[in-house]
Structures are given as structure tokens and as C-alpha cells.
């Protein structure tokens, strides 16, 4: 069967062995005669895959034992309500580092509940703020930044050391496409929908001492220890996209686990950011190298026609996503955990065969 090469922002590519799995246990999982989808979430296969699902999680992140695992719902776009909601308490302050539109719309909602302030920031996002561009303001109990700008396709290559404040990030762009040192963090969430599976699921990995700041004026609905009390049971967890969750960690694992996924995802960046720099300035790279990102690759054709001749014709033969968001035009290949390096070759070959036509 023909499967897209599919270049998308998110939602996006999964494997197509996770896909076939899925399929071959659609209509009866194990011996039960039923799918997942169908089954209680209190059954004992439910169960087993939900919390199979977090210790796949803590095994291929390494993440420690001082550290809860949530499977939660809502998006990202709640953990930017649910952050400040429970830990901007009472005269403290919370810090965000500007780095794209997702970390804006973050800090907005922090805005409404208490001072939130603007830590750092750039003109035109081409670039991460380095260390020394982070101001920290006194009495801040948080300072919030996003991992992977899915948009302007910038990325941080080294985290800034915080000094006794907490470190939040927003990681729903590369989590499990590299490996990182979770110690660095007391909060990280993501929604699962680049690197890890379909969307309706949103990872938190969360350090215990956190959970001492929570606010108790906070609805129990929206706190954090309301659904770990619970095993994220506390409303019916989203189980099929859990169990989807389950095999694509397993597929991450049969891979050679984050090393080797980083491995690879290195290649296929470095592959397409390669044949932009080489291509004469006819491809041009939107973010600064140094803060380039190795899951959204954006780059501009010579005008605003060749761009939209671009996508169309890619659209064509079966390159699916390659047009950038509408705030900064242009293109964007998204290389997620889910794109082959088969793909991207593809894509190089055609960029090519694009560029000589119309060059
Ligand atoms: N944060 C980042 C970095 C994103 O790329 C996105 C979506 O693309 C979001 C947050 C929003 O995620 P959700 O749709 O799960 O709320």
C-alpha cells in the first residue's frame, strides 16, 4: 500500500509498523474479543497496557524515581493553564522565555492568574536566547520554555542552569526524539501527537518537590496530584490513544531506544540542512544555524510564487506538509520520529529536481 511521505506539523507521521499492529488487534486484543477501545479502562488488559505505557516511558527517557509520570488530556494547551493555576502561588512570581507562538500563548494564560513575566526573548525568533539573556526576576518560582519552536523551527541545543528555581518545559515538539537529562527539569509535558503517537494524550513528567508548591485554591479537577492520586484515572483516561502511545514506545525501543532515534533524527536534519546550504541560496534557511531545530526544518524559496509553486508540486507527488505556518510563510519539513530517512532522501532528491527546473 502506498503511504504518504508525510511531512506535517502535527498531527503526524507514525510508524507504519505501529499502524499494522493496530490494525491486526482492532477487532480482539490478546484473547478478550474485544478492542482496547471497547474495553473497560478497569479491565485487566487496559490495565496492564496503561501502566506498561508510563514504565516504557521512564526506561526510554531515563527518567528517575523522584519522578511521577502523568498520562493526562486536554493538549499542551491545558498544561499552559494547569502550570500557573498550580504553581504561581501567592506573591511569587513566573518567568517565560519567548521563543514562538506556543510560548506566547503559554505565557498568556499564565498572565491571567498572577505576574508572569517575560525572562527572555528575540526579535523574529531566529534565534534562542543564550544563558545570559535570561533575566530572573526575584521571588520567581518557575521559569517556563519551549523545547523545540514547532513554528520557526528553532530548538534548544543546551538548557540554562536556573540556580534553585524551577525549570518547565514545554517538550511537545521533540520529546522522545533526543535524549535529555530530566534532572535539569522539575516539569515537562508534551503532547504526544509529533513523536509518540496520535494526539489526545499529553505526557507530564513531574519532580515530587514540585507537587509542595501546588495551590490548594486550585480546583481538584486541575491539580496535578488529583490525577496522580488516581493513576490519571481520574477521569476516563483516553485508552485506545494510550495503547497507540504503548506501541509507538515499544517501536522506539525496538529501534536501539532515544540514542539511536537522536542518531537518526540527526541524519535526516543534517541531510536536508545540508542540501539547503548548498543550494546556492535558493533554498534559505529561516533560523540561525545555531539554534536550528532537528524536527521542523523551515526555509524560504526566492519568492512568495516559488514557495506556493513548491508546495503544490510537492503535494503532487506525494509530499504531504511542506507548507509553513501561516505566520511566517515559506516552507517547513517536519522530521518527526515517525519519518523515515527514506523519506527525507525523497524529499532531497526532489528538492533538487525542483530547483533545476526552476532555478
Ligand atoms: N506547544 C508546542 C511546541 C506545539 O508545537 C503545539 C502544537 O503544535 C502546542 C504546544 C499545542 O499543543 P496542543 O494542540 O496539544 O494543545
Redesign the pocket.
Known amino acids: 500500500m502506498m503511504r504518504a511521505h508525510n511531512f506535517s506539523?502535527?498531527p503526524a507521521a507514525m510508524p507504519s509498523e505501529v499502524l499494522i499492529q493496530a490494525q491486526n488487534e482492532l477487532l480482539s486484543y490478546d484473547d478478550s474479543g474485544m478492542s482496547i477501545m471497547e474495553m473497560s479502562h478497569r479491565s485487566k488488559y487496559y490495565d496492564q497496557i496503561h501502566n506498561e505505557t508510563m514504565e516504557l516511558i521512564r526506561q526510554l527517557l531515563g527518567i528517575p524515581a523522584n519522578y511521577k509520570i502523568g498520562l493526562l488530556q486536554?493538549?499542551?494547551?491545558?498544561?499552559?493553564a494547569m502550570i500557573p493555576l498550580n504553581f504561581m502561588s501567592k506573591g511569587r512570581q513566573a518567568g517565560y522565555v519567548l521563543t514562538?507562538t506556543?510560548?506566547e500563548?503559554?505565557f498568556k494564560e499564565a498572565e491571567h492568574v498572577g505576574s508572569a513575566y517575560i525572562a527572555g526573548k528575540n526579535d523574529g525568533y531566529r534565534r534562542i536566547p543564550d544563558s545570559n539573556e535570561i533575566e530572573i526576576q526575584r521571588d520567581t518560582t518557575y521559569i517556563h520554555l519551549?523545547?523545540?519552536?514547532?513554528?520557526v523551527g528553532t530548538q534548544y541545543h543546551d538548557y540554562p542552569q536556573l540556580n534553585g528555581v524551577h525549570l518547565i518545559a514545554?517538550?511537545?515538539?521533540d520529546i522522545m526524539s533526543k535524549e535529555i537529562d530530566v534532572n535539569s527539569f522539575s516539569l515537562i509535558y508534551?503532547?504526544a501527537?509529533?513523536n509518540l503517537g496520535p494526539?489526545g494524550v499529553?505526557l507530564v513528567i513531574l519532580r515530587e518537590d514540585l507537587l509542595e508548591e501546588e495551590s490548594s485554591l486550585t480546583m481538584p479537577a486541575l491539580r496535578y496530584s488529583s490525577h496522580l492520586k488516581e493513576n490519571c484515572m481520574l477521569a476516563t483516561p483516553p485508552t485506545y490513544n494510550i495503547y497507540l502511545v504503548n506501541l509507538f514506545a515499544k517501536w522506539i525501543q525496538q529501534q536501539g531506544g532515544v540514542a539511536m532515534i537522536e542518531k537518526q533524527n540527526q541524519k535526516k536534519a543534517t541531510l536536508l540542512y545540508d542540501f539547503i546550504d548548498q543550494s546556492g541560496g535558493f533554498y534559505k534557511g529561516y533560523s540561525e544555524r545555531s539554534s536550528r531545530s532537528h524536527m521542523n526544518i523551515t526555509f524560504h524559496l526566492p519568492t512568495k510564487e516559488l514557495d506556493q509553486k513548491f508546495i503544490a508540486q510537492a503535494y503532487q507527488e506525494g509530499f504531504i506538509g511542506v507548507n509553513g505556518h501561516h505566520r511566517i510563510g515559506g516552507c517547513r519539513a517536519s522530521i518527526y520520529n515517525g519519518v523515515s530517512l527514506q523519506s527525507c532522501m525523497e524529499l532531497e532528491m526532489f528538492m533538487k529536481h525542483f530547483q533545476d527546473q526552476n532555478g
Open positions: 506539523s502535527g486536554g493538549g499542551a494547551r491545558l498544561q499552559f514562538d506556543w510560548s500563548e503559554a519551549t523545547s523545540n519552536n514547532t513554528i514545554d517538550m511537545t515538539s508534551a503532547g501527537q509529533k494526539s499529553t
